[in-house]
């Protein structure tokens, strides 16, 4: 059962990142307009 | 031919535009290469048409210093974004103004960022701009909207977020412990119970805060809400867990705090994008009227702002502007006419004469005039009412939600039992204080009201988005509960029950029968409706309106292109076939029959020797009479009308109102009101003008209309999207079958709560059976609202 000692910290760490990335994307604002997000990818160009 | 940019019928037939506005329009697009727009355009192509006469508003103060030296920004709320292509036109065409660095449409908030080098003031070039291809920009600086926004920020969504992380990883944990029986050795136990602490505890502090801050202000005003219990049991749980940690204990329960937290925001988190959506809908609706006037000063007109208007200044009103103070009117071109529907509720246009006393919020339609300020901006009768809304807000009674007033029982019954448990294990069955005391908080951990909490907030949702989906808003979830006691429902007449614009019923002809005078109906209505209606296009005023209105409906022919002269306040004239054209009042058209009766809605034509009268009606919305039926016969019906005794009649005739009032000001209204709430009745109110918001502030349930005033969209509590009667029917149908939902939920939960009481109580409860108990209840809670939308 030793290989727990490691094997938790890094599912930790795994998983903190993903937290990390959910959390970044509410910062940059990327919730603020998700209607409008869906509209923009028929846009051709930009 | 249809208008080139917006799809209407045009007036001419050689003409590619139905007016000077989309004309305009077309080419600005096709100017910048934009012309893809009208592929891309995928709403109703008629709501592009562009308004020739829309001015902007200055802008200027909505302007901030970029961080960028010589950048200007500004936030903005933009109109009449419908779908991706308007997105990319406004983004386009600014894009390739000079100078501007950044343009982002944000589509859910309908609003613009714009950043620009240069100075301040061109932020009004660049919305004169987006003004002429269509769009309106309007500056978002509304205080009341601005500290509704800041409500909605992302705490709840970050909060759901750790509340998964944790919950996620702590389960791993507890698959482990829950299923490994006996054989798991006391060391590697206390490791994956170090490890829940670990992760448990930081994200319970951060995650429980909405719970525990909304608990505490529950408490400070003294009625405890659902997030008192929910508030107990987690802080409960969690010292037991950190405790029993320390302690080499057996059981913990983070698992289950951090499942019932991450459970409880996805509700919230719904419940709160339900409701910013319901309101960033109606603050794009309300409009901001321009707030300057016209002074008359030593024979000199001069532009000031109309908070600075005092008492005793001569304003002068031109055609189509809307008139800022209460005052009377001291010179004018003989007679001129003023729609004071928003004040008064007539749904005609008031003739005016010097003398007249006028009130601030009506429009001019025919000619201008002045008039001396009798009560300046902020003491007119429009600033009275909107004061006495106010006040009738602040004073308003807190109704007990359903939730609410269960948690009142339950909270103290819950704990009642808990300490029950305990004196029961401690004296009864003598186990000692700590074995009590485990039971005891047990019992509190177990009975946390997660479904409870949940049953009302889901069901609300789905009721409000599948009522949004059918073009209703609920600002507020309080309504839906009170729409189910309704017993009484009031209607204002003007633009509720009726459209609110004049429609031609009949043309008649003048015939001399014996030397008397008689009106037939005319024996070639669709000639001379061509003939009115031609001269009618070339005036804005709302008799003509409806004429032109009339033809397009039913006549597939073009106007005959005629040079017309409007006679202001007469009527119109021009020369067909070399005779002459008359369209407006009795001595302008002189038709000198003077013993008959016509009503105030009416005109003459004449034309030759032919002498005509048009009259004209304002019609009952479509589905009116179908869903006053409807109403009938289960709530009792009132029309309270500031219209004239005989238009109320007619209409409470027509639709099977019994019971109508007439000529009610504003005030009035509102005092019936006041006095049938003293008689415990249960009222709805639905009405859309300024004189209807007093009443809708006193009513139980409130609605509104999009079209209506952003004074009463801010009262009312429901807002319909659109001009028919129909979803006030799916309204209370949606809000009876959300409160069965609701109340099936309660039970569910209760029924829940009660068996793993039992189990509490007895002193049999693992960490499994909570965390079973929990979650399934909360599921079924959840599948169940999902009827709602079925």
């Not at chain 2, 019923?505 to 003939?531: C, G, T, V």
Request: aromatic share 8%.
């Amino acid at each position: 059962m030793n290989i727990l000692i490691f094997l938790i910290p890094i599912t930790l760490i795994i998983s903190l990142l993903g937290l990390a990335a959910f959390m970044w994307t509410i910062k940059s604002k990327q919730y603020e307009d998700m209607e409008g997000a869906a509209k923009r990818i028929l846009f051709d160009k930009d | 031919m249809n208008c080139l940019h917006c799809a209407n019928p045009n007036p001419d037939s050689k003409s590619n535009f139905c007016c000077s506005g989309c004309e305009h329009a077309y080419n600005l697009i096709n100017r910048y290469g934009l012309s893809e727009y009208y592929n891309l355009y995928t709403a109703d192509a008629t709501e592009r048409k562009v308004d020739p006469d829309s001015k902007i508003e200055d802008l200027t103060e909505a302007v901030e210093p970029s961080t960028d030296a010589n950048h200007f920004q500004a936030n903005l709320i933009i109109s009449g974004i419908k779908c991706a292509a308007c997105i990319w036109v406004v983004e386009s065409i600014l894009q390739k103004q000079t100078g501007v660095k950044k343009a982002r449409v944000n589509f859910a908030k309908k609003s613009l960022f714009l950043e620009w080098q240069g100075n301040r003031e061109e932020i009004n070039r660049y919305a004169q701009l987006i003004n002429s291809i269509g769009y309106k920009l309007l500056p978002l600086g509304s205080k009341i909207i601005n500290a509704e926004e800041k409500k909605y920020d992302n705490s709840i969504l970050k909060a759901l977020a750790v509340a998964g992380f944790g919950s996620g990883n702590v389960m791993l944990f507890s698959f482990a412990l829950w299923f490994s029986g006996n054989e798991m050795g006391q060391g590697t136990r206390d490791l994956l119970h170090f490890f829940s602490l670990l992760i448990g505890l930081p994200i319970i502090l951060y995650s429980s805060r909405p719970f525990l801050i909304s608990a505490l202000n529950s408490m400070r005003a003294g009625y405890p809400n659902m997030d008192l219990p929910i508030s107990v049991a987690i802080v409960l749980a969690t010292i037991f867990s950190v405790y029993s940690t320390l302690t080499h204990g057996r059981y913990i329960y983070f698992d289950s705090v951090t499942m019932l937290l991450f459970l409880l925001l996805i509700g919230r988190y719904l419940d709160m994008q339900a409701r910013r959506k319901v309101f960033r809908l109606a603050s794009e609706l309300s409009s901001f009227s321009p707030d300057f006037a016209r002074v008359e000063k030593d024979g000199k007109t001069k532009i000031i702002q109309a908070s600075e208007v005092k008492e005793g200044m001569l304003l002068i009103v031109a055609v189509g502007e809307k008139i800022g103070a209460d005052g009377v009117v001291v010179e004018g071109e003989s007679e001129s006419e003023i729609d004071s529907s928003l004040i008064t509720g007539e749904s005609l246009p008031k003739f005016i004469k010097i003398g007249s006393e006028i009130y601030a919020g009506s429009i001019n339609l025919s000619a201008p005039f002045k008039f001396r300020v009798t009560k300046p901006p902020q003491n007119s009768m429009l600033a009275e009412i909107v004061k006495l809304v106010a006040n009738i807000e602040t004073s308003k009674n807190r109704y007990v939600r359903i939730a609410d007033k269960l948690a009142r029982i339950y909270t103290p019954a819950v704990h009642i039992i808990a300490l029950l448990t305990f004196l029961f294990w401690c004296f009864t069955l003598k186990a000692g204080i700590e074995k009590s005391l485990l039971s005891a908080i047990t019992v509190l951990i177990i009975t946390c009201p997660c479904a409870l909490a949940l049953a009302a907030p889901i069901a609300q949702v789905m009721s409000v988005s599948s009522l949004l989906k059918k073009g209703i808003l609920i600002k507020n979830g309080e309504a839906l509960e009170k729409l189910n006691h309704i017993d009484t429902i009031i209607f204002d007449k003007t633009k509720t029950i009726t459209k609110g614009e004049l429609e031609l019923m009949d043309i008649l002809y003048h015939h001399r029968e014996d030397a008397q005078h008689l009106w037939r109906p005319s024996p070639d209505f669709n000639y001379h409706l061509k003939l009115a209606a031609s001269l009618a296009k070339n005036s804005g005023h709302p008799i003509s309106a409806a004429i032109v209105r009339k033809f397009q409906a039913t006549a597939s022919a073009d106007f005959i292109p005629l040079a017309v002269a409007e006679h202001k306040a007469q009527g119109l004239q021009s020369e067909y076939e070399g005779e002459t054209l008359r369209l407006g009042r009795k001595e302008f058209c002189q038709i000198k029959v003077d013993d008959c009766f016509y009503p105030q809605s009416s005109c003459f034509m004449r034309y030759k020797n032919e002498q005509l009268l048009f009259l004209f009606n304002d019609q009952l919305k479509s589905d009116a009479l179908e869903v006053i039926t409807e109403l009938n016969q289960h709530k009792s019906l009132i029309l309270l009308s500031g219209d004239t005794e005989s238009a109320v009649a007619a209409v409470a005739k027509e639709t099977g109102i019994k019971e109508f009032y007439a000529e009610q000001t504003p005030i009035s209204k509102a005092e019936f009101i006041q006095k049938l709430k003293e008689q415990n009745k249960k009222i709805m109110m639905i009405g859309d003008g300024i004189n209807d918001a007093p009443a809708l502030a006193l009513a139980d349930v409130s609605v509104s209309f999009a079209l209506g005033t952003s004074l009463t969209q801010n009262v009312a509590e429901i807002i319909i999207n659109n001009d028919r009667l129909a979803p006030i029917l799916d309204l209370l149908r949606i809000s009876s079958k959300s409160i069965l939902v609701m109340k099936q939920n309660f039970a569910l939960a209760l029924v829940y709560n009660l068996c793993a009481l039992s189990f509490a109580v007895s002193g049999l409860v693992t960490p499994l059976i909570a965390a079973v108990a929990m979650s399934s209840s909360s599921l079924l809670v959840i599948l169940n609202s999902l009827r709602i939308n079925r």
